[in-house]
């Protein structure tokens, strides 16, 4: 079982930044064939992937959306991922979901743990 806890949206101006954290839990410990990533949704819209990270090699993958404006990260001591927004749009409010999967690519498929969510709100 792997828990997630989001932290760290808010109110932000259209061109501000904003980071978002995601501690991570896992039954028996973080592995490395854990990937862990993130995920949006805006009201009306399909759930839309934004970036991942695997635990083991830190690889990476992003949506083409955010591609050049957003950074994943991840601190293995504080069993921790970041998603660090710069650049931001009104287009990108939406409430940000922390997810995880086993495997072993920093892709959009098979994602089965999900956290509660934090809103991002960015304003002109």
């Known amino acids: 079982q792997v828990q997630l806890v989001e932290s760290g949206g808010g109110l932000v101006q259209a061109g501000g930044s904003l980071r978002l954290s995601c501690a991570v839990s896992?039954?028996?410990?973080?592995?490395?064939?854990?990937?862990t990533g993130w995920w949006r949704q805006a009201p009306g819209k399909k759930r839309e992937f934004v970036s991942a990270i695997t635990w083991s090699g830190g690889d990476t993958g992003y949506g083409e959306s955010v591609k050049g404006r957003f950074t994943i990260s991840k601190d293995n001591l504080r069993d921790t991922i970041y998603l660090q927004m710069t650049l931001l749009k009104p287009e990108d409010t939406a409430v940000y979901y922390c997810?995880?999967?086993?495997?072993?690519?920093?892709?959009?498929?098979?994602?089965?743990?999900w956290g509660q969510g934090t809103q991002v709100t960015v304003s002109l």
């Open positions: 997810a995880a999967k086993y495997g072993w690519y920093a892709d959009d498929r098979g994602y089965n743990h």
């Open positions: 896992a039954s028996g410990g973080t592995s490395r064939d854990l990937v």
